[in-house]
């Protein structure tokens, strides 16, 4: 829930006042970590923040973010940047390069790139997960004839009842076309036409009247636990984690849309030698495949994946059989098209 | 005093034809336990001015105010003009009411104040711009028509309040305290003004004050409420002279008190032991015969000081403790029949003598300016 | 004496008492702007510069000026309408190629993109394959690149961002666009702001509205109860005040979710669920829950100023109880329903949390947007225009509204 995020969100930054409070004299440098919250900054916090505390005997404060960069640009523009490391989804990670928002990332202060799947080592930002958008549902309500492809996130006169989806035209476009029958590979062909956009929101208006928008990761198990919806799209760690808390969820792998997390560094952070520090010892395969224990996101490191626990790894969204169908989605397009299709998105919502 | 001792007050003051307001009966409470007011028998000629007079919490505000109509009598009747009123709604009483602070309104000019009772009453428009200017002069208030009451003077705000009450013609005009708020000169004038209306228009007020000179200055006849009860209802000339209470002797004007047991008693004369000190000739009002208590009242102006012998049949040894000049007259503190607090005043005319704090004198007053009260 | 001669009046130490007068009054004005200083400091400091600032961004090319000056110098003789000439493709080629050293060319692109979507991975390519030529022709390899830059349209955005100022975000705030001639509307599935303006005034207005019926009657009951039974009643109302916003919209959030206590009711009543939660209705619920206060206060600490004697005059001069009410007592409640009215509407146009947390898409109001193309999409022209915009709004409507009941009429107390 949004307001949860807030809450925490300023407990941390309260906390984080004493912290720096307390703490400022010490010899070692603290570090402030942003991440996404909730489930997903356990995970984190487990795998790396507190071995690296352990071991370094570095304090690090957490903070929460749903990726409001442009807070970090006001930061940068006022000349006092207080986050160190950030972690950052694939557009940001372009897009923050791309604006100056993040340093250059000196590969030789980590790992050579080719230590790292491809795609993942990018200039401005080094992978730290995969993840993927997939669709899940309450096993309660659907007993049998579960659903099992895309379509039939689609398919409300089969499994009627409310469906959540993020509310970002990201990755709804896409199934929309998909699931309307467009093969994989002339989505993005498709979209950048002003007929394919109609024929994404035509397929949408199909359902729009069954659809509950969800904005933070940690929304969707909620919506689905407390019957608001029967099915929502999720991000997949996000149900990983509700299902090992015995909730009855079942995920649906088909077209899953499969994408990366990254660490980067602020540009003018104050600690960016310790920010690279904390990178290297995050990207260690040893210590990278750990937080596949604690939530169901695959690591980004060829020697990490082979490290991941067998009986974890048919969850996460790297397992071949989950990734059978799965799209990839395309940067580039959204860093050309984001702004204009959100404002349409938004005229659609509002009509 | 309790009412049922004083059986002769209903009939005494109320029922006679041509009474128009009468309060029969009344009883009002609050809370259910203390009465406010206490078996109240009331009743107001018409075209008189008769003011309720008594301390704050007498029951005389209340008493005005069932008869606007904002509070309900529990127990008894109200008559207006012979017609039961008790439940009738305020607005249909046809009453006018000054209150204490005017209550003008605020967001309306003089002359919209003027003409709010009119306007209520859907009165053809001709005939409310009459009446109102015709209030408006009344007043002299013409040249303040368009003025808002907070642009108006203390007196000013109390005249139009005058004029908006008088303005639809009622029969009867309530005043609560009216002149409260005024410093001593202007309300005196206003005294007058509205004692010059009252005669001019032929209405009839009931005026509410705890301002005894101000009743006595403008009133036909005083009720002084004590306690919830009616203590004495009269001329304000009789009320001086001749109060029927303690109460009433000491509310109204000054009256020196001496204290003191009857010892014998006929119809026109008493003598009352004062303390041992002396016997003392009155009055007998409320003096019960030989062997009571009763308390003897005197106005300080009824006492003369070294008389000649034989003249006053009540005649004492004093002692002057303290002399205070106020102008006219000059006060004296004396000491006599074993109270210090006996006062005379002494007016400041050819003839009086030199007086020193200290100094010893005879005093002496008629049989019949002092009165054997109620003892209290 | 004669005026001539007060002019030299003079005091014991032989100054003239005009000067001493003037002395004093000076005096008395330095030690009053001696008290408002420091409150003035502040408020120019945290909230009029800021807003200045934030204007500035809303009509400064922030992101491309300075950058593409080149550009602007080739393209000055341009028709606007037909390709332009090697040298424009030269100019634009030379710029990119120092804005992709200095790595500028991101935001250069990203500022292009606003208007021209899709121009931004263009950009990305030139820019990269600008960076390896050292000769031209350059004309050839932008076109053979993409056709893109064959289109006139991208070279007049290219031009109008060189400049120092745009008028862009503003146009972009109320669903205008710099079309090939002149201003022009976005087309319809493009065209969100003015309906989020029109949205984000009804909201206010009706909850203004709503708060000043459940308010009024209310303030009326409190104004005209004894104290100590006043002072308990007033708790109740002024709760809501002393708790934060955010607990009282999550309190909304839980009651009127589908799995929440009153659709559990619902469901024990009638046996069907509503959909409460994410709709206008709650948006409209939470809002005039937050905002009573705000009203009714203003409205109850006139109302207690009204002495209740006026009413009874009223009576007593023959008026009946609605009469009394309407003419008399309700005229003096209106600065108390004015004030009341204007804090709740103004405060309600800047909603942002409420609506987030319990609307549902449909009641996303201007704050929403602002912090959408702050935060999200850093695009601080947009945000500061869409803001500024709702700020000029709210001016022209307190203006209006001083026009019509006048500001001089409003009381808090």
């Known amino acids: 829930m949004k307001s949860e995020l807030l809450i925490k969100a300023l407990v941390a930054s309260a906390a984080a006042a004493c912290v720096f409070g307390v703490h400022s004299a010490k010899a070692a440098e603290p570090l402030t970590i942003v991440s996404w919250g909730g489930a997903y900054s356990d995970s984190q916090r487990k795998a790396y923040y507190e071995p690296y505390m352990k071991q370094t005997g570095v304090k690090i404060t957490e903070e929460e973010y749903d990726a409001e960069l442009g807070k970090l640009k006001a930061m940068k523009e006022a000349g006092n940047v207080t986050w160190d490391v950030i972690d950052v989804d694939s557009a940001h990670a372009l897009s923050g390069c791309d604006e100056g928002l993040f340093e250059k990332l000196d590969y030789s202060k980590i790992a050579d790139t080719s230590k790292f799947l491809p795609g993942t080592a990018l200039d401005c930002a080094v992978g730290t997960i995969a993840y993927s958008t997939i669709f899940a549902f309450n096993a309660d309500v659907y007993k049998d004839n579960q659903p099992s492809v895309l379509e039939d996130l689609f398919d409300t006169k089969k499994y009627p009842g409310k469906r959540a989806l993020l509310k970002k035209p990201f990755g709804n476009l896409e199934w929309a076309l998909l699931a309307d029958g467009v093969p994989a590979g002339d989505v993005y062909k498709l979209l950048a036409t002003p007929e394919g956009v109609d024929r994404a929101f035509k397929k949408l208006d199909t359902i729009k009247s069954d659809i509950v928008w969800w904005e933070a990761g940690a929304q969707p198990p909620e919506l689905l636990a407390n019957g608001q919806v029967v099915m929502t799209s999720a991000f997949n760690g996000r149900i990983g984690n509700a299902i090992k808390e015995g909730k009855n969820f079942k995920i649906v792998w088909d077209r899953q849309e499969f994408d990366w997390d990254y660490w980067a560094i602020p540009a003018d952070s104050k600690h960016v030698e310790g920010a690279y520090d904390f990178i290297k010892f995050a990207s260690d395969p040893k210590n990278m495949s750990q937080q596949s224990k604690y939530i169901a996101y695959a690591p980004t490191r060829v020697e990490a994946i082979a490290m991941v626990d067998p009986k974890i790894a048919p969850t996460l969204p790297t397992y071949p059989e989950n990734m059978k169908t799965a799209v990839t989605t395309d940067l580039q397009f959204w860093a050309d098209n984001n702004e204009d299709l959100t404002k349409r998105f938004n005229a659609w919502l509002a009509q | 005093m309790s009412t049922s001792e004083r059986p002769g007050n209903r009939r005494g003051l109320a029922g006679k034809p041509g009474d128009f307001v009468e309060f ?198 005083v009720a002084v409420f004590n306690d919830g009860v009616v203590q004495q209802l009269a001329t304000p000339t009789d009320l001086y002279e001749r109060p029927e209470n303690a109460f009433v002797a000491q509310f109204i004007g000054e009256s020196n008190k001496l204290r003191g047991v009857v010892s014998s008693q006929n119809g026109k004369e008493c003598i009352v032991n004062v303390n041992g000190h002396g016997d003392v000739r009155a009055v007998p009002i409320r003096a019960n015969g030989p062997g009571n208590k009763t308390t003897l009242s005197l106005r300080p102006e009824r006492v003369r000081i070294n008389p000649t012998d034989g003249v006053f049949t009540n005649q004492f040894d004093a002692q002057v403790e303290e002399l205070i000049y106020l102008g006219d007259h000059t006060r004296a503190r004396v000491s006599v029949l074993g109270t210090d607090d006996f006062v005379i005043k002494l007016p400041n005319a050819e003839g009086v003598p030199d007086l020193a704090p200290g100094s010893p004198i005879r005093i002496g007053w008629k049989p019949e300016d002092c009165r054997a009260l109620d003892w209290s | 004496m004669s005026l001539a001669e007060a002019a030299f009046i003079q005091a014991v130490d032989g100054v003239p008492l005009k000067i001493k007068l003037a002395r004093a009054e000076r005096k008395r004005k330095l030690k009053a702007v001696g008290l408002v200083l420091p409150l003035f400091l502040f408020v120019v400091i945290t909230f009029l510069s800021p807003l200045l600032v934030m204007t500035l961004k809303s009509v400064e090319n922030e992101e491309t000026f300075g950058r593409l000056d080149r550009t602007r110098e080739a393209l000055a003789s341009w028709s606007g309408q037909d390709l332009p000439d090697e040298a424009a493709f030269a100019a634009l080629a030379a710029d990119l190629k120092i804005a992709g050293e200095q790595r500028l060319a991101g935001e250069i692109a990203k500022r292009i993109n606003y208007e021209f979507p899709g121009a931004q991975s263009k950009f990305k390519t030139i820019t990269r394959k600008v960076a390896a030529m050292e000769t031209g022709p350059y004309r050839e390899t932008f076109l053979s690149t993409d056709a893109a830059w064959g289109n006139p349209k991208l070279w007049r955005v290219i031009q109008g961002a060189s400049g120092k100022y745009t008028a862009y975000y503003w146009l972009s705030a109320v669903d205008l666009r710099q079309g090939a001639s002149g201003i022009e509307q976005v087309p319809a599935n493009q065209a969100v702001f003015l309906d989020v303006y029109g949205r984000t005034f009804w909201i206010a207005g009706l909850v203004t509205g709503l708060t000043l019926v459940l308010g009024f009657p209310v303030a009326y009951l409190l104004a005209t109860q004894p104290a100590s039974r006043a002072n308990v009643l007033m708790i109740f109302v002024m709760l809501p005040f002393w708790t934060s916003l955010l607990v009282r919209t999550t309190a909304w959030f839980v009651l009127l979710r589908n799995e929440g206590p009153l659709n559990d009711l619902a469901q024990l009543l009638i046996g069907s669920r509503f959909d409460m939660i994410f709709t206008r209705f709650a948006t409209i619920l939470a809002m005039t829950h937050i905002q009573l206060p705000f009203t009714l206060l203003p409205i109850y600490s006139v109302m207690k100023t009204i002495p209740p004697s006026h009413v009874r005059a009223a009576r007593s001069l023959g008026a009946g109880p609605f009469l009394a009410f309407w003419r008399v007592y309700f005229p003096q409640t209106v600065p108390g329903i004015a004030a009341g009215c204007l804090l709740t509407f103004i405060l309600s146009l800047g909603y942002y949390i409420t609506p987030a947390l319990v609307g549902g898409p449909r009641d996303q109001m201007v704050s929403n947007y602002v912090s959408y193309y702050m935060n999200n999409i850093i695009n601080f022209g947009q945000a500061s225009a869409l803001g500024a915009t709702l700020l000029i709004i709210t001016l022209v409507l307190y203006w209006a509204y001083n026009r019509l009941v006048g500001i001089d009429k409003m009381k808090l107390g």
């Not at chain 2, 109200?78 to 006018?96: F, Q, S, W």
């Not at chain 2, 808002?148 to 305290?177: C, H, N, T, W």
């Open chain 2, 24 to 221: 029969i009966d009344i009883q009002k409470t609050y809370d259910g336990e203390t009465l406010v007011v206490k078996n109240l028998n009331l009743s107001i000629r018409h075209g008189e001015f008769l003011t309720l007079l008594g301390p704050s919490g007498s029951g005389k505000t209340t008493s005005l105010m069932m008869l606007a109509g904002f509070e309900v009598p529990t127990q008894g009747r109200i008559e207006l003009d012979g017609r039961r009123i008790n439940d009738m709604a305020p607005h249909k009483r046809d009453i006018g009411m000054v209150f204490q602070n005017y209550a003008l309104f605020p967001h309306m000019t003089v002359e919209e104040n003027l003409a709010f009772p009119l306007q209520v009453r859907r009165m053809p428009r001709a005939d409310i711009e009459q009446k109102v200017e015709r209030a408006l002069e009344m007043v002299q208030l013409s040249q303040m028509r368009k003025r808002r009451p907070a642009q108006l003077s203390g007196g000013q705000q109390q005249r139009v309040a005058l004029a908006r009450a008088l303005v639809f013609d009622p029969k009867l005009i309530l005043m609560d305290e009216p002149l409260g708020a005024l410093d001593k000169q202007l309300r005196e004038h206003m005294q007058i003004e509205i004692k010059h209306i009252h005669q001019k228009l032929d209405v009839t007020v009931v005026y509410v004050t705890h301002d005894q000179s101000e009743a006595l200055t403008m009133s036909d006849r």
